[in-house]
């Protein structure tokens, strides 16, 4: 069985704090992903990996950093974090060919920016 | 911009009919295409997905039609049962490129008793 565990499942902070966003994959998947889910909207591609060190720009990259620091890890930084930031966030492995690209989804992150 | 386009954004049915659900897509380089389900409080799963080499793909219950023409494609969900209720995301990707998975906006469904 797939396995994306994320951490913290809830987390507050105010307007221009610092927020980081653990994401750990047990599937020897090469993809890993950052999304954001909000109502009307769907889910959003923030950032994604296909590696250690490799990072690729999503389609809503602004305001956020992300770095893969291994095959498992993949984390998601919101250093000057602000309201429209609230958000359920959602990091999943796969994607690729070898897997027939499907997602495995962590637990979701929601995060509240007030 | 919205590279998947969905529709509707809430349907309700009853118990017994079938539900469709639509999208829609811009890029032509996209080459798989899968839905997903999301229950309330859970993370979004795979329900089924297709490639273009078919325009059919069936599981069950729940049925993908593509039509690579139109850029469109849907998920026909017969004998709509009450525990079907979740919202629904269709995606596409182009898997031999960036596998990027791009989700539509989604669709709440209620099947109704």
């Known amino acids: 069985e797939a396995a994306v565990t994320q951490s913290p499942r809830n987390k507050v902070t105010v307007t221009g704090g610092n927020v980081t966003l653990s994401c750990r994959q047990t599937?020897?998947?090469?993809?890993m992903y950052w999304y954001r889910q909000d109502t009307g909207h769907g889910l959003r591609l923030i950032h994604y990996?296909?590696?250690?060190?490799?990072?690729q720009i999503g389609d809503v990259p602004d305001g956020y950093k992300a770095t893969r620091t291994t095959q498992e890890d993949f984390f998601l930084l919101l250093e000057l974090a602000s309201p429209s930031q609230t958000s359920l966030y959602f990091c999943?492995?796969?994607?690729?060919?070898?897997?027939?690209?499907?997602?495995?989804f962590g637990e979701g992150s929601k995060l509240t920016v007030l | 911009q919205q590279q998947v386009r969905q529709s509707p954004q809430s349907l309700t049915v009853w118990e017994g009919e079938t539900a469709i659900l639509n999208c829609s897509y811009e890029?032509?380089?996209?080459?798989?295409f899968p839905w997903y389900h999301q229950f309330p409080g859970e993370s979004p799963a795979l329900l089924i997905a297709?490639?273009?080499?078919?325009n059919k793909k069936e599981d069950g219950r729940f049925t993908i039609f593509f039509n690579k023409r139109e850029k469109k494609f849907s998920l026909h969900i017969a004998d709509s049962q009450p525990g079907d209720s979740a919202t629904y995301f269709c995606?596409?990707?182009?898997?031999?490129?960036?596998?990027?998975?791009?989700f539509g906006e989604g669709t709440k469904l209620t099947v109704s008793s």
């Open positions: 297709i490639r273009p080499v078919s």
């Open positions: 990996s296909y590696g250690a060190g490799n990072l």
């Open positions: 599937n020897s998947h090469n993809y």
């Open positions: 999943a492995s796969g994607g690729d060919t070898s897997n027939t690209g499907q997602l495995y």
């Open positions: 995606a596409a990707s182009n898997q031999g490129g960036s596998a990027k998975l791009i």
């Open positions: 890029d032509s380089t996209f080459d798989y």
